[in-house]
């Protein structure tokens, strides 16, 4: 990232970010070489503004991955909230910068993150609502589920630019062909600008696998067995 933006989003090198330390390697070795992550940070850059994300929206997709990587800093430790086991934030400095980054209060971001809402049936059919602390574990696991929901989200967005780009450029695409190719159905016309794309060769055994592999190793599972299941049907 430039200089501004490393300034504007607090970011520093990866060893300060637990998200990015916590395997031990910030440094990956491309046969041989160390990557060129300017290289490629340009190349991100270029893509982006192909698509049509231009520098001020290239700066709110960034700021998003800042803000991921600075709530993964937020710790807990034990603590008593109210006569109740609950938490509370280790360093707060690590909640200020990532509300100051993510434009949110930064009191109303720790307490979303170190208390739960409960709703019970109240007597009479009525419903009743009350904050509970959360304990270091919950915390911690509210505070991944925020940084993966605001992930899930920016790659949707990011899903969806592309897709308009590709829709726009498709369409004169379509235009050229239909002007080459007169005699083509409609069916066939889409089929001559449609790639179909599956990968059911991504089973991989490590030595030691992590929860994460064993998702895609079970999501990978899950499609062969629906790539099969459809082939015979349609063979049947």
């Known amino acids: 990232a430039n200089s501004n933006w490393r300034s504007q989003f607090a970011l520093g ?22 990557m060129d992550d300017v290289k490629e940070f340009a190349e991100t850059l270029h893509s982006m503004e192909t698509v049509g994300i231009g520098p001020e929206e ?4 960034f700021s998003v991955v800042a803000a991921i990587l600075h709530l993964t800093n937020i710790t807990f ?4 909230v109210k006569n109740a086991d609950g938490c509370a934030v280790r360093d707060k400095q690590a909640v200020q910068t990532a509300a100051a980054v993510m434009g949110v209060d930064a009191n109303a971001l720790e307490y979303t993150i170190t208390n739960r809402t409960l ?13 509970v602390p959360n304990n270091p574990i919950q915390a911690r696991a509210a505070r991944d589920a925020l940084c993966k929901d605001l992930y899930f989200r920016l790659f949707d967005l990011l899903v969806s630019k592309i897709n308009i780009a590709l829709a726009a450029s498709g369409a004169s ?5 239909r002007q080459t190719n007169r005699g083509l159905t409609s069916d066939d016309l889409e089929d001559s600008l449609s790639i179909g794309v599956l990968d059911i060769y991504g089973f991989e055994i490590f030595e030691k696998n992590m929860f994460e592999q064993f998702c895609i190793n079970y999501v990978n599972e899950k499609l062969q067995q629906i790539f099969i299941e459809l082939t015979l049907k349609a063979e049947q």
């Open 173 to 177: 695409t379509r235009a050229s062909v």
């Open 13 to 34: 090198s990866p060893q300060h970010y637990q998200s990015l330390s916590v395997s031990g390697v910030d440094r990956v070795d491309n046969e041989g070489g160390r």
């Open 58 to 61: 290239q700066g709110e997709f």
């Open 77 to 80: 430790q034990a603590a008593q």
């Open 119 to 131: 709703t019970t049936m109240a007597p009479g059919g009525g419903v009743e609502t009350y904050q």
